[in-house]
């Protein structure tokens, strides 16, 4: 009962309390610091992502706008000015017939692979999107 009595009667915190609870509240802190941290890396990562995945369709789209003739590998030298491409993204557009190693198959399919360079948070990343274009009859 004595030692009851006493563990009642101090009322003040000692030195011990104070430094415990003060690194309870420093670990938590550095978790929720890092846990937000790494949150708000992978949310700009999706956006950036995002506005490359936007190119990608934007271009696509007018792709299957033109004629069958009219997709060549020059369309390379206006993507950046045509779709007000961003400066932090590299695109290439690679255009390559069906039959360029079989002359004797008729050409009408090209295949047409997009490459979307850009840098992420951390680490460069690559989008890459094929597609063919059939030439309609």
Same mark, same amino acid.
């Given at each position: 009962?004595?030692?009851?009595?006493?563990?009642?009667?101090?009322?003040?915190?000692?030195?011990?309390?104070?430094?415990?609870?003060?690194?309870?509240?420093?670990?938590?802190?550095?978790?929720?610091?890092?846990?937000?941290?790494?949150?708000? +890396?992978? !949310?700009?990562? /999706?956006?950036?992502?995002?506005?490359?995945?936007?190119?990608?369709? @934007?271009?696509? &789209? %007018? *792709?299957?706008?033109?004629?069958?003739?009219?997709?060549?590998?020059?369309?390379?030298?206006?993507?950046?000015?045509?779709?007000?491409? +961003?400066? !932090?993204?590299? /695109?290439?557009?690679?255009?390559?017939?069906?039959?360029?190693?079989? @002359?004797?198959? &008729? %050409? *009408?399919?090209?295949?047409?692979?997009?490459?979307?360079?850009?840098?992420?948070?951390?680490?460069?990343?690559?989008?890459?999107?094929? +597609?063919?274009?059939?030439?309609?009859?």
């Amino acid at each position: 009962m004595n030692i009851l009595r006493k563990i009642k009667s101090n009322k003040a915190a000692t030195m011990a309390d104070v430094i415990i609870g003060m690194l309870i509240l420093i670990i938590f802190t550095g978790i929720l610091t890092t846990s937000f941290y790494q949150i708000y +890396k992978h !949310n700009i990562s /999706i956006r950036i992502n995002a506005i490359a995945v936007d190119y990608a369709i @934007k271009i696509f &789209e %007018d *792709i299957d706008k033109m004629q069958y003739e009219e997709v060549e590998n020059n369309l390379n030298n206006n993507l950046r000015e045509n779709y007000d491409i +961003k400066d !932090n993204y590299q /695109i290439n557009l690679v255009v390559q017939n069906y039959n360029q190693e079989d @002359k004797t198959k &008729e %050409d *009408i399919i090209k295949i047409i692979t997009l490459n979307i360079k850009y840098k992420s948070v951390d680490e460069s990343e690559t989008y890459t999107v094929k +597609k063919l274009k059939i030439k309609e009859m």
